[in-house]
């Protein structure tokens, strides 16, 4: 639980006022913390008297961490094609196997694999684990999971890394549940802490408020699910030599409760933001469904994307592949056009990462602007039209 | 059938700033509320005991005050509340919520287990696919719509980046959902009135048989050793005057840029 040191707290009152559980108060110049502490540790760093601290030591069932090694990857491949993020990751756990010292599996699990092993050695894998099974040609929860934690028990590898897609998002955390592994979502930072080896895991929480590093002091593998578009996938280099081995799996293990009827690709679903140079972007301030089908025109002369805030997603203009933020896409283009939108944090660390981005707004003091290349204050309906039409003129 | 509904009590996360002089959490006015995708799970619920009868149980694990969520979803339809509350619990990651979870609804009992995809707090959306392992039942995530029930089946349609699967799930089962399911539905007064008198049942730790070595913070794998703020820095350059003018500059720096 939260420990506070009553003589060295001040009540100064830093900690009520950053708690995110609203559970500390601050009663006849003391902090006090309620139930509804989350031991979240976000008072304890902010304490400037060094007060709080959280009593860690009584933790986990020890698992002797000097048999895990290796760092693995899960390399997604659906309907025929690898996920963008598969080897992203290989970027990332290349190097993490370089600080320490160990070589990068992938694992590929699916149906008619042939040449994607070479594809995922060109990209920086040394091993590539196949499980190339007819079973395996549509995902299911409980076979992925079966293949993955058996090939994990085999091997034990000290890192497992997968994309936060629909389907690593879906079976991972069964998979960490069963290795009684931890398991951080969503992660958008990965390094080697240089003391102990340990993967520090970044990620976003609090629709994006807070950034929290976790780690996994007592359990192996060490397992995240990684963002898509946050890390950088190495350039193909065909000189690069790998080891491609054949899983053999238990058929008992590649049966699922859950069937799959009918497996759809449906356009309207996807979306091209995060294949495109431009994204034009629309909020609140774009007033309704009308309003908003500026950006799409905007979007359609520029050759770009249409995107949204929730706040757009939430009144219906548009659908909800569209989202951009914490609870809904990534993206990083080379310019990024926001109009409208407020710039709740939630939707920035969407965002961020694009190379420059224009921000339209009303509010001068709209947060947007403090991730803005340019700002323009000003009403996106006398701003956006003739925008548009100086562009058709061009 | 009987059909339990997870629901969370979080911080209402999306107004939150950042202050851009301290670089930290402005949080006033910033309320509890039930976790917004729950109340769509919450939703398709009632609308599976209206369609095929049952009982709907709403289930919290949470502090205290957690209860109001619950009285919330008995507005809203669910027959009963649980509350799953014990201070052993505080700091609990994915894995021990999970465990802690399976406990309680396997003492409430269950033919089907419904949740929100993830909860606004963490964005984890691992405690659905825990749950689901630790009960040792089937699962879906992200299910968009459910087509059909059939006394021991359910047809779902499974949100994915590309599209979407349509799906069978033997019961008993868990299955997440996405917005697009439903629109739920406002408390009637019958609900609110309901809702007040309702009686939570609580269960500690020791009421679900837990082993303490598994719950809060001494049973999670994970542990966070840093949190700060994020930071986004960029130089900035305001384009200012008459809209016109405004326009000119972007105009220019679009086609420099695009």
Same mark, same amino acid.
């Given at each position: 639980?939260? =420990?506070?040191?009553?003589?060295?707290?001040? @009540?100064?009152?830093?900690?009520?006022?950053?708690?995110?559980?609203?559970?500390?108060?601050?009663e /006849?110049?003391q902090?006090?913390?309620?139930?509804?502490?989350?031991?979240?540790g976000?008072?304890?760093?902010?304490?400037?008297?060094g007060?709080?601290?959280?009593? &860690?030591?009584?933790?986990?069932?020890?698992?002797?961490?000097?048999?895990?090694?290796?760092?693995?990857?899960?390399?997604?491949?659906?309907?025929?094609?690898?996920?963008?993020?598969?080897?992203?990751?290989?970027?990332a756990?290349?190097?993490?196997? /370089?600080?320490?010292?160990?070589?990068?599996?992938?694992?590929?699990?699916?149906?008619?694999?042939?040449?994607?092993?070479?594809?995922?050695?060109?990209?920086?894998?040394d091993?590539?684990?196949?499980?190339?099974?007819p079973?395996?040609?549509?995902?299911?929860?409980?076979?992925?999971?079966?293949?993955?934690?058996?090939?994990?028990?085999?091997?034990?590898?000290?890192?497992?890394?997968a994309?936060?897609?629909?389907?690593?998002?879906?079976?991972?955390?069964?998979?960490?549940?069963?290795?009684?592994?931890?398991?951080?979502?969503?992660?958008?930072?990965?390094?080697?802490? =240089?003391?102990?080896?340990?993967?520090?895991?970044?990620?976003?929480?609090? @629709?994006?408020?807070?950034?929290?590093t976790?780690?996994?002091?007592?359990s192996?593998?060490?397992?995240?699910?990684?963002?898509?578009?946050?890390?950088?996938?190495?350039?193909?280099?065909?000189?690069? &030599?790998?080891?491609?081995?054949?899983?053999?799996? /238990?058929?008992?293990?590649?049966?699922s409760?859950?069937k799959v009827?009918?497996?759809?690709s449906?356009?309207?679903? =996807?979306?091209?933001?995060?294949?495109?140079?431009?994204?034009?972007?629309?909020?609140?301030?774009?007033?309704?469904?009308?309003?908003?089908?500026?950006?799409?025109?905007?979007?359609e002369?520029? @050759?770009?994307?249409?995107?949204?805030?929730?706040?757009?997603?939430?009144?219906?203009?548009?659908?909800?592949?569209?989202?951009?933020?914490?609870?809904?896409?990534?993206?990083?283009? &080379?310019?990024?056009?926001?109009c409208?939108?407020?710039?709740?944090?939630?939707?920035?660390?969407?965002?961020q990462?694009?190379?420059?981005?224009?921000?339209?707004?009303?509010?001068?003091?709209?947060?947007?602007?403090?991730?803005?290349?340019?700002?323009?204050?000003?009403?996106?309906?006398?701003?956006?039209?003739?925008?548009?039409?100086?562009?058709?003129?061009d | 059938?009987?059909?339990?509904?997870?629901?969370?009590?979080?911080?209402?996360?999306?107004?939150?700033?950042?202050?851009?002089?301290?670089?930290?959490?402005?949080?006033?006015?910033?309320?509890?509320?039930?976790?917004?995708?729950?109340?769509?799970?919450?939703?398709?619920?009632?609308?599976l005991?209206?369609k095929? *009868?049952?009982?709907?149980?709403?289930?919290?694990?949470?502090?205290?005050?957690a209860?109001?969520?619950?009285?919330?979803?008995?507005?809203?339809?669910?027959?009963?509340?649980?509350?799953?509350?014990?201070?052993?619990?505080?700091?609990?990651? !994915?894995?021990? $919520?999970?465990? !802690?979870?399976?406990?309680?609804?396997?003492?409430?009992?269950?033919d089907?287990?419904?949740? *929100?995809?993830?909860?606004?707090?963490?964005?984890?959306?691992?405690?659905g696919?825990?749950?689901?392992?630790?009960?040792?039942?089937?699962?879906? $995530?992200?299910?968009?719509?459910?087509?059909?029930?059939?006394?021991?089946k359910?047809?779902?349609?499974?949100?994915?980046?590309?599209?979407?699967?349509?799906?069978?799930?033997?019961?008993?089962?868990?299955? !997440?959902v996405?917005?697009?399911i439903?629109?739920?539905?406002?408390?009637?007064?019958?609900?609110?009135m309901?809702?007040?008198?309702?009686?939570? $049942?609580?269960?500690?730790?020791?009421?679900?048989?837990?082993?303490?070595?598994?719950?809060?913070?001494? *049973?999670?794998? !994970?542990q966070?050793?840093?949190?700060?703020?994020?930071?986004?820095?960029?130089d900035k350059?305001?384009?200012? *005057?008459?809209?016109?003018?405004?326009?000119?500059?972007?105009?220019?720096?679009?086609?420099?840029?695009?």
């Amino acid at each position: 639980m939260l =420990k506070i040191d009553t003589d060295a707290c001040t @009540g100064c009152g830093i900690c009520e006022d950053n708690c995110a559980f609203g559970a500390i108060t601050v009663e /006849d110049g003391q902090a006090v913390a309620g139930d509804n502490c989350a031991l979240c540790g976000s008072c304890v760093d902010l304490c400037e008297a060094g007060a709080l601290s959280i009593d &860690k030591a009584s933790t986990g069932p020890g698992t002797d961490l000097s048999l895990w090694s290796g760092i693995w990857v899960y390399t997604e491949f659906r309907h025929g094609r690898l996920a963008p993020v598969a080897l992203e990751l290989l970027g990332a756990g290349r190097r993490l196997a /370089d600080d320490r010292g160990v070589p990068l599996t992938a694992v590929l699990l699916g149906h008619g694999l042939e040449t994607v092993p070479e594809t995922l050695i060109s990209h920086g894998a040394d091993r590539v684990l196949v499980a190339d099974y007819p079973q395996l040609a549509e995902f299911t929860d409980d076979a992925y999971a079966n293949v993955f934690e058996d090939l994990i028990n085999r091997e034990r590898p000290e890192v497992v890394l997968a994309g936060a897609t629909a389907i690593g998002r879906s079976f991972i955390p069964r998979v960490a549940n069963k290795l009684s592994a931890g398991l951080t979502a969503d992660c958008t930072g990965l390094e080697i802490r =240089k003391e102990d080896g340990a993967l520090l895991q970044t990620r976003p929480a609090f @629709g994006g408020n807070i950034m929290a590093t976790i780690v996994c002091p007592h359990s192996r593998p060490q397992m995240s699910t990684v963002r898509p578009l946050v890390m950088k996938p190495l350039p193909a280099d065909a000189s690069r &030599k790998g080891e491609v081995i054949t899983a053999g799996i /238990d058929p008992a293990r590649l049966s699922s409760r859950v069937k799959v009827i009918n497996s759809v690709s449906s356009e309207s679903e =996807k979306s091209n933001l995060q294949e495109v140079d431009v994204v034009v972007s629309g909020g609140r301030g774009l007033n309704d469904e009308e309003g908003f089908a500026l950006i799409s025109e905007l979007a359609e002369l520029l @050759g770009g994307g249409v995107a949204a805030s929730r706040a757009a997603v939430d009144s219906g203009w548009i659908k909800y592949s569209h989202q951009v933020g914490q609870t809904g896409k990534t993206v990083s283009p &080379k310019v990024y056009i926001a109009c409208g939108i407020s710039g709740a944090i939630q939707h920035v660390i969407g965002m961020q990462a694009s190379d420059t981005v224009i921000a339209i707004n009303r509010d001068e003091n709209a947060p947007i602007f403090d991730i803005a290349t340019y700002g323009l204050v000003g009403d996106v309906f006398e701003i956006l039209p003739r925008v548009i039409a100086r562009l058709r003129r061009d | 059938m009987k059909i339990v509904v997870c629901v969370k009590q979080v911080p209402d996360a999306k107004d939150v700033r950042l202050d851009p002089k301290t670089n930290t959490l402005a949080r006033e006015g910033v309320e509890s509320i039930m976790n917004p995708y729950d109340r769509h799970a919450l939703e398709e619920a009632v609308r599976l005991k209206e369609k095929v *009868g049952g009982t709907v149980v709403a289930l919290s694990m949470g502090p205290p005050q957690a209860g109001e969520v619950l009285r919330e979803a008995v507005a809203c339809g669910a027959d009963e509340a649980v509350l799953v509350s014990d201070r052993a619990f505080a700091g609990a990651d !994915t894995w021990a $919520t999970s465990y !802690t979870l399976a406990r309680a609804v396997r003492k409430v009992g269950f033919d089907l287990v419904i949740c *929100g995809k993830q909860a606004i707090d963490g964005d984890t959306a691992q405690v659905g696919p825990g749950l689901a392992c630790r009960l040792d039942i089937p699962y879906v $995530t992200c299910v968009r719509a459910v087509t059909g029930v059939d006394g021991d089946k359910l047809e779902l349609q499974r949100l994915m980046d590309d599209g979407y699967d349509e799906l069978e799930m033997p019961l008993p089962g868990l299955f !997440t959902v996405v917005r697009e399911i439903n629109e739920p539905r406002v408390p009637s007064l019958k609900g609110k009135m309901r809702a007040r008198k309702i009686e939570i $049942t609580t269960l500690s730790g020791g009421d679900i048989d837990a082993d303490p070595a598994c719950l809060g913070l001494a *049973g999670s794998p !994970t542990q966070v050793v840093k949190v700060f703020s994020p930071q986004f820095n960029r130089d900035k350059t305001m384009i200012c *005057g008459e809209v016109e003018a405004q326009v000119e500059e972007l105009v220019a720096v679009l086609e420099k840029l695009v």
